[in-house]
């Protein structure tokens, strides 16, 4: 969600440029457990097209995983307006990505529907409510969906399912219900439900100084399934996620999948530098 220079296509184009001619070094493979999630294993994420989140989409004709980034924004949206990509959600064979502007004064869901047809969904700001979108991600039983701000909050929002709950494109999407969080969280990318009590969060929080750590995942307990009202949610800070790269420097953590079908986590975190290139990683947990 960051916005840094090195997002832009022309930018990232001469990125690639200098890291052809590098040679890439040798890093072991070794991270820490966070919280109950060990590490089994990482893969590659392209800078273009798999740098902002990704989402497990399952349908009756099998499952994959579906990568954002700004390579992945078409571009008549991009023409309107929607230059920012967030980490997507999918439920029941949806699929969601999460678009923000610099000057539409709105939100907009883009939403697959399990047909393979698309349709895009229009939030209008409220008056209180921060341009930024995030992420998306889907309540358990499908009607609501949750997307998050940037910068320090105390909350998370929720709407009607765009293409399930809410089907009409062409009226405005409606704010319905907060997560009202009991801690801060900072620079939160992506949540994803894991039940329908529990969200799992990827912060790339650069302080450290609300949990004691910097760039953690984050458990969120809710009082109750999300119901179109508002609903308390309890902040855990799990640990810090694996920053592992041969360059040295700011690394940013982006978005989370939970694979339900086999517990697998998924986290992204891009490398510092030139390392955004060559060594950026998706890591993949599981609970011990």
């Keep these: 969600m960051r916005r840094r220079a090195g997002w832009s296509r022309l930018a990232v184009a001469s990125v690639l ?17 966070v919280g109950p999630w060990t590490p089994i294993g990482s893969d590659r994420a392209r800078p273009l097209d798999e740098s902002q989140g990704l989402a497990t989409v399952v349908r009756p004709d099998g499952g994959f995983i579906r990568y954002t980034g700004v390579g992945t924004i078409p571009a008549d949206d991009a023409a309107r307006g929607w230059n920012h990509v967030g980490d997507p959600g999918s439920r029941l064979g949806f699929y969601v990505e999460p678009y923000q502007s610099d000057g539409n004064g709105a939100k907009m869901f883009r939403v697959q529907a399990p047909d393979g047809t698309w349709s895009e969904y229009v939030h209008a700001l409220e008056s209180w409510e921060a341009p930024n979108n995030s992420f998306a991600t889907l309540s358990m039983d499908g009607r609501w969906l949750v997307s998050g701000e940037w910068g320090t909050m105390d909350r998370l929002l929720g709407y009607p399912s765009p293409g399930i709950a ?15 969080l009991d801690h801060p969280v900072r620079d939160v990318q ?25 760039k953690p995942l984050l458990r969120i307990d809710l009082a109750a399934p999300p119901g179109g009202s508002d609903v308390t949610g309890h902040v855990t800070a799990l640990g810090r996620l694996p920053l592992e790269s041969a360059c040295s420097g700011d690394f940013e953590v982006e978005g989370i999948d939970y694979d339900g079908r086999d517990g697998t986590l998924r986290v992204i975190v ?11 990683k998706t890591w993949r947990f599981r609970t011990s």
């Design 17 to 33: 440029a200098v890291a052809a001619a590098a040679v890439l070094p040798a890093t072991a493979f070794a991270a820490n457990a």
């Design 166 to 180: 809410d089907t009409d494109p062409t009226r405005n999407l409606p704010y319905a219900f907060a997560i009202r």
């Design 190 to 214: 992506g949540c994803d439900f894991v039940s329908a009590t529990r969200l799992l969060c990827s912060s790339d929080d650069p302080d450290g100084s609300l949990f004691g750590v910097t």
């Design 270 to 280: 891009m490398s510092p530098g030139i390392c955004v290139v060559i060594d950026s």
